[in-house]
Each structure stands twice: as structure tokens, then as C-alpha cells.
């Protein structure tokens, strides 16, 4: 990933709702990886998505991945683990000209895995930022990350994939960038 690469790309964010965190080891660490992933996504340019899984009944994703971007956040309700299952998720994807999914979130080996596996099978690129994606079990998720990696996902970790984009110290936004990974 590259920053000439940025276009057609998106940060999927899957299910990141208070009512998982609750049950997820280190939920305060895997947030903030996830928030870094959010804002330099949206210093970058890059359109975020968020997903919600029933949010009827679980809640809304937690608010300071919500926070501060600018008009209202992309938020789409699904019942399928996959998100590419929730209804117009996949036309959304297609008239926005999405061709590669940058995913965290959680459950790892879950609705981000079946996610994964359904990208790669509709031709999306898919990278998985890995220290932004969590699971009740590590050993499930190790599994599942191998799993795609033979699949032909990339299994990365945030800030390797966004310092891709920026290419060098001379981008725009690295400074920017650099304050948010001080920070996180």
C-alpha cells in the first residue's frame, strides 16, 4: 500500500460496539489502535466505513471511533456476520469505486473472518491491520489470520500500512500523522 495506492481504498471498521468490548481482552489498547487507524484514515483522505452488528439490540459502535470526522459517519447495520452481507453494503462499496478494505475491528474469528474470506472471494484486496483487530480467544484469530494469509489477504499492522501511504517523511501529513502515533 502506497500512497499512490489510497485511491479506491476504505477503512472498514466491523462492530467496534460497547457491548463486545466488554468481553474482549485489553479492550482500552485494542481502541486505541483502532483509533488510530480511524484518524489517520481520514487524515490520509481515505473514506471510513463503520458496521454495526444488530444495533437494534447491541448498541451503536463506541462513540470516540465516531468522533470527529467531519459530516456524519458511514454507518451500516447488518445481521450477516460478513459485512459485505448487509443489505446495499456491497453497492455502497461499488459506486464509492472501493476495490481495497482495510479491516479492524472485531471479533477476529468471526464477522471480521467471514468479511475477509467474502472480499477476497468478490476480487476486493484486503488488508488486515492486525494489532486493530481482537478475539475472546488469541489462538482462534492467529488461526484465522494464517488462514487468509494463504487466501491472499495482508495481515499488517496499522502504522506499517498507513507510513506505506504516506511514502515518506516529505508527505503533507506525516507530522500530523507521527502526533497520532505518539499518542496511541
Partial sequence: MTETQSHGVALLVVDVQPTFLKVMPEPELFLRRCRLAVAAARLLGVQVIFTEQVPAKL???HPDLLAGGEGDPQVVGK?????????????????????HLLVCGLEGPVCVYQT???????????????????????????ACFAALRHAGAQVLPVETVFYAMLGSANHPQFRAFTEWVKNS
Fill in 59 to 61: 448498541g451503536p459502535t
Fill in 79 to 99: 445481521s450477516a456476520f460478513s459485512a459485505l452481507g448487509a443489505p446495499g453494503f456491497r453497492e455502497l462499496l461499488r459506486n464509492q469505486g472501493i476495490v
Fill in 116 to 142: 475477509a474470506v467474502e472480499g477476497l472471494r468478490s476480487e476486493l484486496g484486503i488488508t488486515l491491520l492486525s494489532d486493530a483487530i481482537t478475539s475472546r480467544r488469541a489462538e482462534d484469530q492467529q
